[in-house]
């Protein structure tokens, strides 16, 4: 099969769990004997801004890279700040050319960023499959978490909300400087001097749409109208968890026409049986690890250690290297490097995920129960498809939900079969099928 991925990039330019998931499975199905293409917003010349498709240097044996120079912006901080650029037209040709050079079978989507509509429209004449892949909200949302000042939008995604949202949203030029050739040279360098996620999180005050111009409402407008036109020209959606299912169903404005709802995975996972035994009479450490942010839970976290304070447990929090006011019960581990990754599992009594955003489906905890680690997760991750209502919790009951099953000395066991990232691709390319 000729498989053709649109994705956001290889790292180390790109990071995250839907790059890491994008380059692996191309790996994989290269190795089933697929011929695979990826498509990727590049460059951005500064000199011109005509949009073309060049094929890049291969960074996996045998996928062919092309790459988008001149993409739409990337909106990977959340929130727009202006519409129109993101909706700018290109010339059909542009995608009529890469479609008749590589003759895909099906095009696999795993973002709305970057991509012009007209990818879509000739991919639709051409009679190409589409499959998308749920990993976040882009689309739905201009923020792809949903999450905005203290809660989720889903179950209120109008225009008031896409317009509130651009209030924290970064200037289209300044996102552009993320597709510079160097700028991954110097990410890291400028992560040390930018806000955390626990600085930077703040609330903006709630604006009445009479307060915006007719051009910024009617831009917006459109933008939503745009997104939902692409979205219309998906073949199949794939569901990483049935929350992201629910969460699209409930904000596309087609009826959606043929779905599928599969975890995701990554090469990093084991699979297999795995038999989980958690006795709480025994846990005397509870562990956090995320992005030290309101949206992630963080705050509930905290929250929990400060109601268990009586209790001979210490809580430990990993992720940032930052130092961050906490109760003298937490114990700030900061951040690991991915080899380091099983010995944290290993040494985890108890991992609580208790993300606030409804989260597609969160690596995280697959990778906790790949290696026997006891979880506890909000009823908000999609991951808990995996596992059953015993280890499920909602963030308005943390404290009381943890307080319980320390009092009754909780033991519980799950016994699940995780498939291998070979039986996961395998799946995939079912779903092309």
Not at 385 to 410: C, P, Q
């Amino acid at each position: 099969m000729r498989i053709l991925h649109y994705g956001l990039g290889y790292p180390p330019e790109r990071t995250g769990g839907l790059v890491q998931y994008v380059t692996d499975l191309m790996i994989e199905q290269v190795k089933q004997n697929h011929e695979v293409a990826y498509l990727f917003p590049g460059r951005v010349n500064i000199f011109n801004s005509f949009t073309e498709i060049k094929k890049s240097k291969m960074r996996i044996n045998d996928v062919t890279s092309f790459e988008i120079i001149n993409s739409l912006p990337l909106a990977v901080f959340g929130g727009i700040k202006d519409p129109s650029k993101f909706q700018a037209k290109v010339d059909r040709a542009t995608y009529n050319d890469l479609l008749n050079d590589f003759k895909p079978d099906v095009i696999h989507v795993h973002s709305l960023m970057g991509i012009h509509k007209e990818f879509f429209e000739v991919a639709t004449d051409k009679k190409i499959k589409i499959i998308y892949t749920s990993h976040d909200y882009f689309g739905l949302s201009p923020n792809p978490t949903f999450y905005f000042n203290g809660r989720s939008w889903d179950e209120e995604n109008d225009l008031n909300f896409w317009l509130n949202v651009s209030q924290g949203a970064i200037e289209t030029k300044k996102l552009k400087l993320l597709q510079l050739p160097f700028y991954s040279n110097v990410r890291d360098i400028i992560k040390k001097f930018k806000k955390s996620s626990f600085q930077k999180e703040k609330d903006y005050k709630d604006i009445e749409n009479e307060a915006f111009s007719l051009d910024e409402r009617k831009s917006f407008e459109e933008l939503i109208d745009y997104y939902q036109s692409i979205f219309k020209l998906i073949t199949l959606f794939h569901f990483n968890s049935s929350i992201s299912k629910t969460v699209f169903e409930r904000n596309l404005v087609h009826p959606i026409s043929s779905c599928k709802v599969l975890s995701i995975s990554n090469s990093t996972i084991l699979g297999g049986r795995k038999h989980i035994k958690l006795d709480m009479s025994k846990v005397k450490k509870i562990t956090y690890i995320g992005q030290y942010a309101e949206f992630k839970g963080f705050t509930d976290f905290i929250s929990l250690a400060e109601a268990l304070k009586d209790k001979d447990i210490t809580f430990e929090i990993y992720g940032e290297n930052i130092d961050v006011p906490l109760p003298s019960n937490v114990i700030n581990k900061k951040r690991f490097s991915s080899h380091e990754k099983e010995k944290v599992f290993k040494d985890t009594q108890l991992l609580i995920i208790p993300s606030r955003w409804k989260e597609t489906f969160g690596f995280l905890g697959l990778e906790a129960l790949d290696n026997n680690c006891p979880v506890f997760v909000n009823k908000n991750i999609g991951m808990k498809d995996l596992i059953t209502e015993n280890f499920i919790f909602s963030s308005s009951d943390l404290n009381i939900f943890l307080k319980n099953i320390i009092r009754h000395s909780y033991q519980e066991e799950l016994t699940l079969t995780i498939p291998t990232f070979s039986e996961h691709t395998t799946q995939v390319v079912n779903i092309y099928k």
